[in-house]
């Protein structure tokens, strides 16, 4: 598990390098394995793992607002969208609180509107397939845990904006 972290440390890094924006994804990486086994086998996303990531989120925007003399908008608005977005699910019975919580420090996590806009792209996009291989090998009474997907979705997005990075 702390091999995972570390491996989802270093592609931040790579993303973001020395920056504020980083904060949040450090934050991310460090509890995404642990999300992702415990919402696997229990459906849930625990607020010891997922308030710390919101409060990286928010103490990231803050940083970066000292730093940079002005707010930057992207991620407040990413936040709000992707956890909006998944609380309309949740009042719908499609996602748990946990899941929008977590799309709200994706959101706050996201730098840059590529990152914003490829983070839940992905995660849908993944969650989508994964839905049909459940539907497939269990039925239409199938359970499928979102909370990996969001975070897949997150650090694809990362990894692309890495390889963006390095290529430029």
Do not use: C, Q
Request: hydrophobic fraction near 65%; charged fraction near 10%; proline fraction near 7%.
């Amino acid at each position: 598990m702390i091999a995972a972290s570390l491996a989802l440390a270093v592609v931040a890094v790579a993303a973001f390098g020395p920056e504020s924006a980083l904060l949040p994804a450090l934050a991310l990486a460090a509890v995404a394995p642990p999300l992702v086994r415990t919402d696997v086998a229990e459906h849930r996303l625990p607020n010891r793992l997922v308030v710390p990531a919101l409060i990286a989120g928010a103490v990231g925007f803050g940083v970066r607002w000292l730093a940079e003399g002005h707010p930057s908008f992207v991620p407040v608005l990413a936040a709000v969208a992707y956890g909006g977005a998944l609380l309309v699910f949740a009042l719908f019975g499609g996602m748990g609180m946990g899941d929008v919580k977590l799309a709200a420090a994706l959101g706050l996590a996201s730098p840059t509107v590529a990152v914003a806009v490829l983070s839940p792209l992905l995660a849908f996009l993944l969650g989508g397939i994964g839905a049909v291989v459940a539907l497939i090998r269990r039925g239409p009474r199938s359970r499928v845990a979102f909370g990996p997907y969001l975070l897949g979705g997150y650090f694809a997005a990362l990894t692309i904006a890495a390889i963006a990075r390095l290529m430029s």
